[in-house]
């Protein structure tokens, strides 16, 4: 069947129809164009194409396309052209000549994109229900090591020591920006479109914002020619999600460095690593591998749109079919990841004494006895450079921070106090960074109660 025909004298060629379908990929829209044109014969009811008897039957008869899909074989040898035109078939399989009617006043430029809105919409409100336990599961983490302490890298080199929970609470942060950036492109999505017809606008007196409500639409869109061939909806979505992939992927990278042997600090659950087929004592990090892999797919679902849509004349054009796959691939890539993610850290170990050992071999307390110094009265560049001389006497005398007494310090050079000695250990400088923001241990303790309420705020 074809929704169209009348001003031809020949069919589509077996080439074109095989090259043109999209069905094998749309049908993942079927329940939301159900959705779309049940409320559509609400509205054609509203403008008297349909009766209430109709309109009831119509209905009744898509309930019954929605539950048929769900046996297997419902798509087998559909050879339509598209998911809209497959459910109109079935249609006429059940109502006969009562089903010409449902089209009245629509096209499908505006149906594909009331159905990707549907669809969308979603997927997004799945994406921010694993964020948000995402959030939890890092929130549980920080609480299993309240005092858990780790060099801080920068250029991945030991820099000032932080707090275990400091660490993961910056993550929390990228995290929540993902869910207003979420909530911000569900805002663009949210908008119906139907009504609009082809481009000029449907030439049937809908009540648009009656079908907004029915379906759960903040808004209606304002130009039709707009609606057509509009997919920003789509990219801000592919946006905000490549974003939160972005600060997966940058999460599993720290991860899986961190639970290498080189580091040791973390162990993580046997059910989400795997092993080699040849090397016996290999335990990988494929899953935090794949969602680094994965977001580099999502960068290529978001340009893929972009180029899609970029050089495309007002208004709709065929090219928009395109837009899709990326999209559904997104999708599935991000809500993936989003719930792989939460797993890897709900059951991964962490080894404190070893990132603690880092840190106290290493002279990530420099800047604390450097500050001390300027606490002190020593102007900063100064107190950098008496910090700077100290660790490279230490690093030619193979000493480690704590092995410097107070006495020892003092006769280094007389700038430095006694008091200062405690310094050489890595939480003890901390205390000085209570600054909010920072990870003195009583600000980290703040901001993971924050965090708690903020994200309970969410749900
Ligand atoms: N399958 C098409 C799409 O996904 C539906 C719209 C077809 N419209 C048209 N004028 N050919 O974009």
Known sequence: MKLWGGRFDEGPSETFERFSGSLHFDRRLLHADIRGSQAFARALEGVGILTAAERGQLEAAFDEIAADAAHPGFFDAATDEDVHTLVIRKLKEKVGALSEK????????????????????????????????????????????????????????????????????????????????????????????????????????????????????????????????????????????????????????????????????????????????????KKNPDSLELIRGKCGRVFGDLSSLFMTVKGLPMTYNRDLQEDKEPLFDAADQLNGSLEMAREVIATAKLNPARPAAAAEESWVVATDLAEALARNGTPFHQAHKLAGKLVLESLRTGRKPADWTAEELVKFAPEFTPAMAALMWPAEGMKSREIRGGTGPQAVARALEEAQARLSKLS
């Open 102 to 281: 449902i089209h009245t006043g629509r096209s499908r430029n505006e149906q594909v994109s009331l159905d990707v809105r549907l669809w969308l919409r979603g997927e997004i409100d799945r994406a921010l229900e694993l964020l948000g336990g995402l959030m939890q599961a890092l929130l549980d983490c920080a609480r299993r090591d309240p005092n858990a302490v780790v060099p801080g890298f920068t250029h991945l080199r030991r820099a000032q020591p932080v707090l275990w929970a400091h660490y993961l609470l910056a993550y929390f942060e990228m995290f929540a920006r993902d869910v207003e950036r979420l909530q911000q492109a569900r805002a663009r999505v949210n908008v119906l479109p139907l009504g609009s017809g082809a481009l000029a606008g449907s030439g049937f007196p809908f009540d648009r914002e009656a079908i907004a409500r029915d379906l759960g639409f903040d808004a209606v869109t304002a130009n039709s020619m707009d609606v057509s061939g509009d997919r920003d909806f789509a990219l801000d979505f592919l946006y905000a999600a490549s974003t939160t992939m972005l600060h997966l992927s940058r999460f599993a990278e720290d991860w899986i460095l961190y639970s290498s042997e080189e580091f040791g600090w973390l162990e993580l659950g046997d059910g989400v690593t795997s092993g080699s087929s040849l090397m016996p004592q």
